[in-house]
């Protein structure tokens, strides 16, 4: 365990459900990632939170929704997704000024 | 952040010395050089970071040159469960920290 637990570690879901992935630290760390990394792929930075607030947002595609409810809890609220949005989606936490970055093992999505 | 540029792939024996080589030619003052690696499909895991001097820990070593300009981490002994993908990341320093952007990396395999 790395400290930054995400769950669930697989999910499959149909192009019309609506899901959530959960990530959670209590490493201390004031800031919070999500990533996603499709096959073959670099990780892309998909949104950045700093001090729960949303800080940056790389040009993702609505039917993703992140919410940071405080500094410890990051969700990515998931709705009328694409098969190609199918992916390895990481979470990741930092102290102030992207320092320490901890990542979780992954939620591996699957939209069939 | 300044880019960096890395090998795709590489290949050392175990029990070998593995060195990965990466140049980051636009490196500013204030920047670090991170490294972090990614077992198949789990989480990046990091590894070491430096600013100009050279830098030891349990996991392995990071040799930067005098003008900054490329690095070298090393992986003393290399085992089975050190193949991964390598990213080398530079990422602001001080105040300004930053953001963790994955380029392709390398892709170190470790044979017997």
């Known amino acids: 365990e790395t400290g930054v637990t995400q769950t669930p570690r697989h999910l499959v879901m149909g192009m019309t459900n609506k899901k959530s992935l959960k990530c959670e630290q209590h490493?201390?760390?004031?800031?919070m990632y999500w990533y996603k990394q499709s096959a073959k792929k670099p990780l892309e930075l998909m949104f950045v939170?700093?001090?729960?607030?949303?800080?940056e947002n790389n040009s993702v595609p609505s039917r993703f929704s992140p919410e940071c409810p405080n500094s410890s809890h990051l969700f990515l609220h998931l709705h009328t997704l694409q098969p190609e949005d199918s992916a390895l989606y990481l979470c990741?936490?930092?102290?102030?000024?992207?320092?320490?970055?901890?990542f979780g093992s992954g939620t591996r999505l699957t939209v069939v | 952040d300044a880019k960096t540029t890395q090998p795709p792939s590489m290949d050392c024996a175990e029990g070998r010395a593995a060195n990965l080589p990466c140049n980051h030619s636009?490196?500013?003052?204030?920047?670090?050089v991170y490294w972090y690696r990614q077992i198949h499909s789990q989480g990046p895991q990091y590894i070491i970071h430096?600013?100009?001097n050279n830098e030891t820990n349990e996991m392995a070593s990071l040799i930067i040159t005098e003008d900054r300009k490329s690095s070298t981490l090393i992986l003393p002994h290399a085992t089975l469960r050190d193949t991964a993908v390598y990213y080398c990341?530079?990422?602001?320093?001080?105040?300004?920290?930053?953001?963790?952007?994955f380029g392709q990396g390398t892709e170190l395999s470790v044979k017997p």
């Open positions: 490493l201390g760390h004031n800031a």
């Open positions: 990341i530079v990422l602001g320093g001080g105040n300004q920290g930053g953001k963790l952007i």
């Open positions: 430096g600013l100009k």
């Open positions: 990741a936490s930092s102290q102030p000024q992207g320092r320490g970055y901890t």
């Open positions: 939170y700093n001090f729960k607030e949303q800080t």
């Open positions: 636009t490196i500013s003052g204030n920047e670090y």
